[in-house]
């Protein structure tokens, strides 16, 4: 499937058009994270958003503690990452690939590229993030 189908696909980014999916879609990569592999830690500014194409991930809260609990499981067309990337806020769980997986990710500098060159789109991202999430992240 094409990037900017799965792009598409994606709840946060269904109010786009084509031209903004294929615009956003040139800053995106695949990467691969074999099994065990903490994706992303707690407590750290979020740096991607991570759209999962195969395989499928734990989301973990007090990753290195003795109370550390499973909260969620994610896998193929699942995204995570969108809330520290979008807002620059710090990562409210960690995120472990359980299997090998693979992802296509938008690194936060490029989406802050994307968003400062068609600034039209940061109103549609922040109306996707309130359906998702409430007003608890509007900017």
Known sequence: METTQMLKQTPLFTQLSETDL????????????????????EGRVGSAFY??????????????????????????????????????VTRSASVVAVEETSCLVIRRLDLDSYIER????????????????GNRFRA
Do not use: C, N, W
């Not at 068609?118 to 999430?133: H, T």
């Open 22 to 41: 294929a615009a956003l879609g040139q800053s995106t990569r695949l990467e691969s994270f074999k099994t065990g592999h903490v994706i992303l830690r």
């Open 118 to 133: 068609y600034p039209e789109i940061a109103g549609k991202i922040d109306a996707a993030l309130s359906s998702r999430f």
């Open 51 to 88: 759209l999962i194409l195969s395989g499928e991930v734990e989301v973990i809260k007090g990753l290195a503690t003795a109370e550390a609990a499973i909260i969620g499981r994610m896998g193929p067309g699942e995204f995570f990452g969108e809330i520290g990337a979008m807002k620059h």
